[in-house]
Each structure stands twice: as C-alpha cells, then as structure tokens.
C-alpha cells in the first residue's frame, strides 16, 4: 500500500502511477472488455469505468507490483456487477435507434474497420474469433487471459478470483471446446486429425 504525508506529493505520486503504469494497459483493457460484451460502447464503458475505480482505490495498489492483472480484476468484477444489474432489469429496446437504422439510405452506407479486426489481424483468424467468442464467458474469460493477453495461471487466478486449479480445468474445458468448434475448419485447411503438425 501506497502511504506518504504530504497531500500534494501523495496526488503527484498517484498521478505518475496512473499515467506511467496504468494508462499503458488500456489497449488490453479495451481487447478484454470488448470480447466480454460484444459492444463497441458497452467495452469502452468497461474501460471507463476501470480507470475511475482503480484511481479511486489507487492507495490499495502496490507500487510497481503487476499492474495489468490489477486493472484487468477491476475489469472483471465490473463487468459482472454490470452483468447482474441487467439481467434483472426487464429488456429495453431504444426505439429512436430503430427508426433511425430504418431511415437511413443503405447505399451511403460506409464500412469501416472494427478496432479488434485491426487488433488481432493477422494473429488469428475469423472462425478461432468466432469458436473464442461462442464460448461460455467462464471458458472464453480464462482462454483471453492466458492465451491472448499471456498471464501465468497465478495471475488468471486472482484476476477472476478463483482457485489456479479451476483456473487450469476451465482452460483445459475451453481448448477442447474448441478443438471440437475448430475440427473442421482445420480438416477444411488440410489438417488431419492425428496430424501433430
């Protein structure tokens, strides 16, 4: 825990920790909380939201200790609380979005690239981000963590807040799981299924 006397050099402390450790996460913070909602507004939200808690309760960080796995339990905890509150209130639908997607020409219609196609282009493929994303969230949290933003299992462990052995059994349950949704993609790709290459 972070602890000086003076107001004035504590803020200037918690300021350089906030720019010099966290700030060069938010990429990452952004990567994980888009694969956790699927929503463009909803991950930068997340994101948002992360960096407000964890300047808020920036006196509980260790200075210099893995910043990353810090802010990515702060991601994870807020996501499931934003979770929870949904799932119990009834489902809302924005009507004034509707009637503008309906009023608008198609043929002005513009494409543009989406931030994860431009993250992970070129490091997977379109049907593994497809198999990544049907999974359970449990599956798919301990899949990005360890397999994407490369924690060790110790780190996954106190970021999802869960013993390293349910840690290694739901990464062992969400690679088969893929393997299986992978299979034919694979065999399409001329890989067999003794093939260890």
Known sequence: MIQMTDENTTNELYDRIFE?????????LYNFAYHLTYNEADANDLVQETYLKAYRFIKKYDQGTNAKAWLFKILKNAFINDYRKKSKRPTQVDYE?????????DSNYSSYMDLREELYQGMIGDEVTNAINALPVD??????????????????????????GTVRSRLHRARNLLKEKLREY???????DGDDS
């Open 97 to 105: 979005e509707i009637v503008t997607y309906h009023g608008d020409d």
């Open 186 to 192: 694979a065999k399409s790709l001329g890989y067999n």
């Open 20 to 28: 010099e450790e966290f700030m060069p996460q938010i990429e990452a």
């Open 139 to 164: 599956f798919r949290v301990v899949i990005l963590l360890c397999d994407i933003e490369n924690f060790k299992y110790e780190e996954i462990s106190k970021i999802i807040n869960v013993p390293i």
